[in-house]
């Protein structure tokens, strides 16, 4: 039986365009490999200043693009920055916020989780590192003569691209860090976006610095039975 909204001229399927059939030794293999490969993939906060073609990160950003989202909206907006004044305008804020973040807008709780961690208010790498990708939620799209057209499932969609690119970055040989200074309006001024986009996190992607490290508490992940039950 055909579903109404299957009779619209607006909905027309087309074959799944591939499938791998892979037998089950080679799905538990592939799965083990990249389980491994992704067991290497580490947020560092110190950068090189080593440059990375502008088309690994046009790829990369490509692949984002391919996350599952609501209505197939696709409510991203990436706006990639590299060297420059704008650079430094973003960690100017961005360290303000920091600065008044840890002297006690956190709260004495998220502060000591954050202990082990290493972190402060001083964020370097938003200049050092070759690429920045700041990502922004389209909470809604204006049609040609203005009209709004909400986007569904908004936060979700663009968490998932983000767990994408961070992902290609990764695959690509980069290194990544997820930046979150709260409040981050100023990011829609210094990039330019407009009032119906959210900045949800800065991306910062390319090489660790000779000297890098990751915090040992980064190594402490939930075993598969903490963190998943199987019924």
């Not at 979700?156 to 990544?176: D, K, M, P, R």
């Not at 860090?177 to 100023?186: A, E, K, R, V, Y």
């Amino acid at each position: 039986m055909t579903e109404a909204w299957q009779e619209d001229a607006s909905y027309q399927p087309i074959p799944y365009p591939e499938r791998f059939d892979y037998p089950d030794a080679e799905m538990i293999a592939r799965a083990g490999a990249f389980h491994a490969a992704m067991k290497k993939r580490h947020t560092v906060r110190e950068f090189s200043d080593r440059p990375v073609p502008r088309e690994v990160i046009e790829t990369c950003l490509l692949t984002a693009g391919l996350a599952p989202n609501g209505a197939n909206r696709q409510p991203w907006h990436f706006a990639v920055l590299g060297p420059g004044e704008k650079r430094r305008l973003i960690r100017q804020k961005a360290e303000a916020e920091e600065r008044e973040f840890y002297a006690g807008r956190a709260g004495r709780e998220w502060l000591d989780a954050l202990k082990p961690l290493g972190t402060d208010p001083a964020k370097p790498f938003l200049e050092t590192a070759p690429w920045l990708i700041v990502v922004f939620a389209q909470r809604y799209d204006l049609s040609p003569d203005g009209e709004k057209r909400k986007n569904y499932y908004v936060t979700e969609s663009v968490g998932i691209a983000c767990g994408f690119l961070v992902t290609a970055l990764h695959n690509a040989g980069l290194v990544s860090l997820t930046h979150t200074p709260s409040p981050m309006g100023f990011l829609n001024q210094i990039c330019g976006r407009p009032e119906n986009e959210k900045p949800l996190m800065i991306v910062v992607a390319g090489h660790p610095a000779a000297d890098a490290t990751i915090p040992k508490e980064a190594l402490n992940k939930k075993s598969l039975e903490e963190m998943a039950s199987f019924f």
